[in-house]
């Protein structure tokens, strides 16, 4: 897609007052977006977000977990659980992170990169601004999403299984050092 630029600069930890209600407010509208409507329109529907996702776990814990320490691979095994039962119903960016949301003169002036956006699960989307912002940012977004417990233990296992996809990226690429490295980003159990 073509545009003219977005004024801003990524977003960072706790930017100032009324970014995460702005984010929060942001993903509310879009996350309520009609899904039937955007997959006629030709978002990638729910079908094809859930085949993916139950691929992911597949691969992740048959190539993932048996690397890991025993209590760290029976940890990982039920992070993977959970997402595996996850819902597709909701449209969602797919890739929220601060190089995503720019902010400009101390609001948000745009959210960019939209190529992973599908049917998904709402908590994929607040794994960023709930878990990986800073404190007020999270609590802002909180309550203006009005986060639940189960939203933030399903945000909390999408970012606990994202070395997962490093792991079996440096195994595609054929990258021993990068496999390494990811594999000591899951905590010691």
């Known amino acids: 897609m073509r545009h003219r630029i977005v004024p801003g600069r990524p977003a960072l930890p706790d930017d100032g007052p009324g970014v995460g209600t702005a984010i929060g407010e942001f993903l509310a509208a879009l996350h309520a977006v009609d899904l039937a409507e955007a997959v006629r329109r030709g978002l990638p529907p729910p079908e094809r977000t859930s085949a993916m996702r139950d691929a992911h776990v597949d691969r992740f814990t048959a190539e993932v977990v048996p690397r890991l320490p025993g209590a760290t691979g029976r940890w990982l095994r039920g992070r993977l659980d959970l997402l595996r039962d996850a819902p597709a ?18 609001r948000v002036s745009g959210v960019i990169d939209w190529g992973d956006a599908r049917a998904g ?8 601004p709930l878990l990986r912002a800073g404190p007020d940012t999270a609590r802002e977004l909180a309550s203006a999403y009005g986060v639940t417990d189960e939203l933030a233990a399903r945000a909390r ?3 606990d299984v994202g070395p997962c996809y490093a ?3 440096g195994d595609d690429v054929g990258d021993p050092s990068l496999v390494a490295e990811a594999l000591t980003w899951f905590p010691a159990l």
């Not at 699960?121 to 794994?127: F, R």
Request: proline share 3%.
């Open 121 to 128: 699960d709402p908590a994929k989307d607040l794994v960023w």
């Open 167 to 169: 792991v079996t990226h």
């Open 157 to 159: 296992a999408w970012l």
């Open 89 to 106: 119903a909701v449209v969602v960016h797919g890739d929220l992170s601060a190089d995503h949301v720019l902010v400009h003169r101390g």
